[in-house]
């Protein structure tokens, strides 16, 4: 840092909700790709968010001019946006390039979303959240150019309107471990072996930006804090120091902030970036110890992440203001606050939840409030402690009142928990049960079904919210539901399946539904969070201690099994699942929780077992997504997250057959554990990676039913019976074919009917395809 490098400001953010505070990008986006909204009116929607953002940010305590708010908006996924602006599209999209080379908002959404033959990028989850990211495919043969100036027009945007604001880009390493191979790739070939080719283009972006007029760039690098990632810790801190050895020493480039969310860096990795020629590294702080004094940090401002960007609750503000003092004696040249995250894994404002009631809203911090931490605490580094005092303790008296609260702590709950013995997580064994559901259910080789939800149409959504608004009578509503799984289920039995749904048109979520009947939820009017693209979720609130008062999803299982001889499945969400996403209290171990929330379901399957239904299934698409990034924080976790699973599904008979589906990310990490849940079946989102989860099944000894996706519901594209069959074909090869069932990736929820129909009518005709191939009869 050089005396003619800007000042960085004492507080700032890592990154702000993009969707609009009533999902205007979503309606925006939508209308696009549903062509009733052409691209400039979309960029013009887009402008106006931005701009709403930014007057926000300011009139929350962030300065207009001193590059404190980031300009971190995407139309889709942060990932997408820097492998792109580095040229990194896949030779199948290549045609959609603009005349001069340049990649634009159809090339974008194409690989995003795929189109006809074009399959999308791969999605997967981002490190241990909810938010889910497109993985880019590079190869040796990959050609890297600067393609678009979409991130220095958003700062000539702002500063056209006033503002000096710092744009966001995801960092050159963290892309490149992100990165999967191309198909044609050396079978040794990392995406990282291509970093210094990336690293001159990056160079060619801080450039624009620079000459945009951003003053300082935030270059996100939560790679470094990974040990669950393919690339080893140590070959992403050499990484590390090579990169920005290269950005650092570019002439023309503003100041740089590296950032390092959700974990502790690594020690080689924090020396590497100290030592690096960079003005400011930001380190979070709340799922990382305060790291050691390391040369090279004289130069640097360090921007200590104590607000935590990844729950909603208003916390220990004291506790934070004495964690950000612990920096000091680091010897930085400056200690700035800031967000341990970007704040896109919150909601945007607890003033916006007129239903949370007042006490439970005091204990509450969304994105806006945590942004008024953050100008607090900055101000606490300006003027001194005693300028802050009155908000340190006005923090400190709600959460002294949260922890007191009535429904916090129930003695019932407590007592049968701690009552709990290693018996009450046993099951049969494997070939008693076998038995009994072959008997009971008497199913085909490649049984076929789909893992929960179905279109959820315009018209459900409008009775819901009739019914919520009182305009419809609950038996109204009620018998309006059943109209609709009765169709759901005869749709099925029309289309050949040989275990059914019924489509869950009760719910407006897999987990929202359940905290609504639960004892210690609470959930909220506007509190919507991105998981992917145009896709956001309400994550519920859980606050106390978790009971069931009545039976949740009984009565519709109840009613469809009556309408068919085909065997419906129960569906639940499973324990871990509610917990990843949900804002999950903070005062106790997360495994105490799962253990309440497991007790309340395995009293759900007893009733639903006691209404007829012979297949549960207990949905754990989260189960990858919360383990550990640290590897000694791993075992524990995998040990009662299992645990809660077969808590809450042990108690179910032999014959009765418990599925669980799961989203695929790097299967081989937790194989083990999905075999110990000891589900019969186990479905896994395969699709697009081409079922090579397969793989890894087949030479792991998986002796349990499992269903690898060859639907990919995440994108509108209807799958031929060609390529649906290469992927059974792949299963039936690689696996026992008795193991194997046929499902798509995912619930349908989010997907049109005349798709969904389409795409499940070819499922079917491939496995009737390739049952006749292996001599079964259809």
């Given amino acids: 840092m050089t005396d003619t490098t800007p000042a960085f400001p004492t507080g700032t953010i890592l990154g702000y909700p993009r969707i609009g505070r009533r999902r205007e990008l979503k309606r925006a986006v939508e209308a696009h790709w549903a062509g009733t909204l052409d691209e400039s009116a979309l960029e013009a929607a887009a402008a106006d968010l931005r ?153 060619e972006l801080l450039a624009s930006l620079r000459a945009a007029g951003a003053e300082w760039v935030q270059l996100d690098e939560p790679a470094l804090v990974s040990e669950s990632l393919p690339v080893p810790a140590a070959d992403l801190a050499d990484a590390a120091a090579r990169a920005y050895a290269v950005l650092g020493g570019a002439a023309d480039r503003p100041a740089i902030l590296v950032a390092a969310p959700y974990a502790q860096l690594s020690d080689e990795a924090w020396q590497a970036l100290a030592a690096a020629p960079v003005e400011a590294l930001a380190i979070d702080l709340t799922r990382g110890a305060v790291p050691r004094a390391v040369e090279g940090l004289a130069t640097k401002t360090l921007v200590g992440g104590v607000v935590d960007g990844r729950n909603v609750w208003r916390g220990d503000l004291e506790g934070a ?284 399957i007893a009733d639903l077992e006691d209404a007829g239904i012979r297949i549960v299934q207990v949905d754990e698409p989260a189960l990858r997504e919360l383990l550990p990034l640290k590897a000694a924080d791993q075992p524990a976790y995998l040990t009662w997250s299992v645990d809660s699973f077969r808590l809450a599904t042990a108690g179910a008979a032999p014959a009765t057959q418990v599925h669980t589906h799961l989203c695929y990310s790097e299967f081989d990490v937790v194989i083990d554990a999905i075999a110990a849940l000891d589900a019969d079946v186990t479905s896994i989102e395969a699709a697009r990676s081409r079922g090579e989860v397969v793989t890894d099944i087949a030479a792991s000894g998986f002796a349990h039913g499992v269903g690898p996706g060859v639907y990919d519901i995440h994108s509108p594209r209807v799958p031929s019976v060609a390529e649906l069959a290469d992927l059974l074909r792949r299963a039936v090869d690689e696996l026992p074919v008795r193991q194997v069932w046929v499902n798509p990736d995912c619930g349908l929820k989010t997907r049109a009917y005349p798709e969904t129909v389409a795409s499940l009518q070819n499922l079917v005709e491939a496995t009737r395809l390739v049952r006749a191939e292996i001599g079964v009869a259809v």
């Avoid at 905290?515 to 992917?532: I, K, P």
């Fill in 321 to 604: 203001w004495q964690r950000l003092g612990k920096l000091a004696p680091l010897g930085a040249r400056a200690v700035a606050v800031g967000t341990s995250t970007s704040l896109q894994h919150v909601p945007h404002d607890v003033e916006d939840e007129p239903d949370l009631g007042s006490r439970l809203s005091s204990w509450l911090a969304f994105a806006d409030q945590k942004v008024g931490q953050v100008a607090t605490l900055g101000r606490g580094l300006s003027e001194g402690s005693a300028a802050i005092a009155p908000q340190l303790a006005e923090a400190s008296a709600a959460l002294a009142d949260r922890l007191s609260a009535p429904g916090v702590r129930d003695g019932e709950v407590r007592a049968r928990a701690a009552a709990l013995t290693p018996v009450d997580l046993e099951r049969a064994d494997d070939q008693t049960r076998a038995a009994a559901q072959d008997a009971a259910l008497d199913l085909p080789v490649l049984p076929t079904t789909t893992i929960g939800s179905f279109p959820q149409t315009a018209e459900i959504r409008r009775i819901r919210a009739q019914h919520d608004r009182g305009e419809l009578s609950t038996a109204e509503y009620e018998e309006l539901v059943r109209l609709e799984i009765t169709s759901v289920v005869g749709l099925q039995e029309e289309l050949g399946l040989d275990v059914l749904v019924h489509g869950e048109p009760e719910r407006n979520d897999m987990v929202q539904y359940f905290a609504e009947h639960l004892a210690g939820f609470a959930v909220t009017r506007n509190g919507w969070v991105q998981s992917y693209g145009s896709r956001a979720t309400r994550p519920s609130i859980l606050w106390g201690d978790v009971s069931r008062p009545a039976p949740i999803t009984v009565p519709w299982s109840q009613f469809a099994q009556s309408l068919t001889d085909r065997p419906v499945k129960g569906m639940l969400t499973g324990p871990v699942t509610i917990l990843a996403w949900s804002f999950v209290r903070d005062d106790q171990p997360l495994a105490e929780t799962a253990d309440q929330v497991a007790l309340a379901l395995r009293d759900e």
């Fill in 51 to 203: 701009r709403a953002t930014r007057e926000r940010l300011a009139s929350l305590g962030l300065g207009r001019e001193d590059s404190s708010i980031p300009e971190s908006f995407s139309f889709y996924d942060q990932v997408l946006d820097a492998a792109l602006a580095v040229g990194a599209l896949p030779e199948r999209f290549a045609h959609l390039r603009e005349q001069d080379g340049s990649i634009g908002l159809k090339a974008a959404f194409t690989a995003a979303r795929g189109e006809g033959d074009l399959a999308p990028l791969e999605l997967t989850k981002w490190f241990d959240t909810n938010y889910h990211y497109l993985v880019p495919e590079i190869g040796p043969e990959t050609p890297f150019s600067l393609s678009t100036d979409r991130f220095a027009r958003q700062v000539a945007e702002a500063r056209a309107d006033g503002f000096v604001t710092r744009p966001v880009v995801v960092g050159p390493v963290t892309l490149l471990a992100l990165a999967k191979a191309t198909k044609v790739a050396p079978a040794d070939f990392r995406p990282l072996d291509r970093l210094d080719d990336v690293l001159a283009v990056y160079v």
